[in-house]
């Protein structure tokens, strides 16, 4: 999946280490990617970024240095590419490509990323509301982008915590108490019109289910004015 911002390779521990800055002397060691000096050093004395890919490598770089700044950045370990020499690519497939991956396979919904999932091109948003904090989370979690992959380029999957205040609005939008979560809403932004499902648990098969009777309700609403028209035609 393309990511913004991503220096370096991911390591394949613990640590979601995209790139390390390390301090001596007061001189900062440049943030690049494969070992490539950044852009804005300035200090000739600056370190080469460090890439940890586990604990030990952490301790022994900490150890190492009187001051020592460690970068996380949390990512999805997924990565997409486009065939660049297939004959068929063009400016439209490439455009699909880059709309189709830029977010994340589940954007969780909060006020930093709310202006971005309002000014998303999808005009489908389906939502898991649920509880975070819940043992069964990351279960869900995990059901549910498995679930995002089906309708990748068709729906925006979002999550919703219920626990924070921030969210209260969103939950009351489509009618629903916390004691009725997890529940899934799913979001037509042109129109408005919405669906909401109340869950015991989350299942792909019943992610996959709701979106697919959502889509085959709004095709049937697409046809009939065409039906209607070409009726009148004749």
């Known amino acids: 999946m393309s990511r913004r911002g991503q220096a370096g390779t991911m390591g394949t521990s613990v640590f ?3 790139f390390i800055i390390l301090l001596t002397g007061g001189s900062p060691a440049g943030c690049a990617g494969d070992g490539a000096s950044a852009s804005h050093i300035t200090a000739s004395t600056a ?15 900490i150890g190492g240095a009187e001051v020592a700044v460690i970068g996380f950045f949390q990512v999805d370990n997924d990565r997409r590419d486009l065939d660049m020499n297939s004959k068929d690519v063009d400016a439209e497939k490439m455009t699909r490509f880059i709309r189709m991956n830029e977010l994340r396979l589940v954007t969780e919904y909060n006020p930093v990323t ?17 509880d975070k904090m819940s043992p069964k989370h990351p279960e869900r979690m995990r059901r549910y982008r498995a679930a995002a992959e089906l309708f990748k380029g068709k729906i925006l999957f979002i999550l919703v915590d219920s626990n924070l205040k921030s969210n ?18 799913i979001f037509h932004t042109p129109d408005e019109k919405q669906d ?4 015991d648990e989350v299942s792909v098969e019943r992610v996959q289910d709701f979106c697919n009777r959502f889509l085959q309700r ?4 697409e046809d009939k004015p065409e039906e209607k028209a070409l009726n009148e035609e004749l």
Do not use: Y
Request: proline share 5%; net charge neutral; charged share 20%.
């Open 218 to 221: 709004m095709q049937k609403k």
């Open 196 to 199: 909401v499902l109340t869950l």
């Open 47 to 61: 370190e080469k970024p460090v890439l940890l890919n586990d604990i030990v490598d952490a301790e022994a770089f």
């Open 168 to 185: 209260e609005r969103t939950i009351s939008f489509f009618e629903l108490k916390k004691s009725q979560l997890p529940a899934l809403a």
């Open 16 to 18: 979601p280490c995209l």
């Open 114 to 130: 709310a202006i971005g999932v309002m000014q998303s091109s999808f005009q489908l948003h389906l939502l898991l509301i649920t």
